[in-house]
């Protein structure tokens, strides 16, 4: 079992920044490859950024080049540090653990990001 707690999302200016942080309580923190998702108001959830337990990462091209994703494996934690953001990234964020071996999805609670003015 993995429980992932969520925080550092909010209102923001456009062109302002948020980093969101995700703790992981597991035993083996780097069994997981983990990401980064989100869901505006009527759509589906979408990945914004995902890392694997070797540090490789993967963007939605919507964000690269403006958003990071990163990982302190002894800490067990992940980030998402979001830069320069535009309305359209406003939806509820969400941190995801994968298993590497089960592929078992694991999920922490979403946290508002609202971009506006």
């Known amino acids: 079992q993995v429980q992932l707690v969520v925080s550092g999302g909010g209102l923001v200016q456009p062109g302002g920044s948020l980093r969101l942080s995700c703790a992981a309580s597991?035993?083996?923190?780097?069994?997981?490859?983990m990401g980064w998702y989100r869901q505006a108001t009527g759509k589906q959830r979408e990945l914004v950024a995902n890392?694997?337990?070797?540090?490789?990462?993967n963007y939605a091209e919507s964000v690269k080049g403006r958003f990071t994703i990163s990982r302190d494996n002894a800490k067990k934690m992940v980030y998402l540090q979001m830069n320069s953001l535009k309305p359209e990234d406003t939806a509820v964020y969400y941190c995801?653990?994968?298993?590497?071996?089960?592929?078992?999805?694991?999920w922490g609670q979403g946290t508002q990001v609202t971009v506006s003015s």
């Open positions: 995801n653990a994968k298993h590497t071996v089960t592929g078992t999805d694991y």
């Open positions: 597991c035993r083996i923190f780097s069994f997981y490859n």
């Open positions: 890392i694997t337990s070797g540090s490789s990462t």
